[in-house]
């Protein structure tokens, strides 16, 4: 005989204990299965527990990274929202219309770059670019013991040109003249005092409130004349 379950074997010894063939071991198995029976319901029991709580787990674990995740992605939407303008962009574009435009007004015939490097100042761009050029100033015939050299320097915050004699036999006020091409730029010439033992220094600075500051460039021709017009010192700026 096959049994295929605790139920069909009870219903079976049951139906046997009713006949002619029970006996003593026939209630025993019927006692032995239905306790197989009871034993077998009360792991079904269990294992569908075990089943439940391991579900409930698992919906509180989904529940939870769902809430993780919902911010997460928010937060990542919301910040392609975000304009992508970082105020240090803005900065540099201003930066660079400043100079742009500096550029166009500085190389004109007066001296209009003031308004712009004082724009630039006021961004914090000092130092930002800057153009530098010098020159030695070799003697003339006429002072062949004079000697001198002369600088210039432009950045967006400010414009430089100075000169500095040596040894010069004439003394009181000089015209420094400076040439590009031939032709007296904007601002020259400007006017260096040499004292009683021939020396003398000019540096003029618009960041110290000097107006009449020369934009001196690579290849202007500096010359230095003495109080009665005769060429003293000389020299061509080359950048630095």
């Known amino acids: 005989m096959s049994i295929a379950s605790p139920n069909e074997l ?12 029970s006996d003593s071991e026939t209630v025993a198995l019927i006692s032995a299965a239905r306790a197989l029976r009871d034993a077998a319901a009360a792991n079904r029991g269990l294992l569908h527990s075990g089943e439940d709580r391991a ?14 995740v919902t911010p997460i992605h928010a937060g990542v939407r919301n910040a392609q929202r975000r304009p992508l303008l970082h ?8 930066a660079a219309a400043v100079l742009v435009v500096g550029t166009v ?21 000092s130092g930002l ?30 414009t430089r ?13 000089h015209l420094v003249h400076i040439t590009r ?42 010359e230095v004349m003495n109080p009665s017009g005769d060429l003293v010192l000389s020299g061509t700026l080359q950048p630095k």
């Not at 007004?105 to 761009?125: F, H, M, Q, Y």
């Not at 003339?140 to 050299?149: C, E, Q, R, V």
């Not at 040109?161 to 006020?173: C, H, I, K, R, Y």
């Not at 010439?189 to 690579?218: C, F, K």
Request: glycine share 10%; no cysteine; net charge negative.
């Open 55 to 68: 579900l409930l787990r698992l919906r509180s674990t989904l529940r939870a990274q769902r809430t993780n």
């Open 129 to 158: 670019t800057s153009t530098k050029v010098e020159a030695p100033l070799g003697a003339a015939t006429t002072d062949p013991l004079a000697s001198g050299k002369a600088k210039g320097e432009e950045r967006p915050d400010r």
């Open 105 to 125: 007004l500085v190389a004109g015939p007066v001296n209009l770059g003031d308004p712009i490097r004082a724009a630039a100042k006021s961004l914090g761009l």
């Open 161 to 173: 040109f100075a000169v500095e004699v040596e040894d010069v036999s004439t003394s009181g006020p």
């Open 181 to 222: 091409g031939g032709i007296e730029i904007a601002l020259s010439p400007v006017t260096l005092a040499v004292n009683a033992l021939g020396s003398g220094e000019l540096d003029l600075n618009t960041i110290d409130g000097a107006t009449n500051v020369p934009v001196a460039l690579a290849g202007d021709l500096v």
């Open 87 to 94: 105020p240090a962009f803005a900065r540099v574009a201003m």
């Open 10 to 21: 009870e219903a079976a010894l049951e139906g046997r204990s009713a006949g002619p063939e």
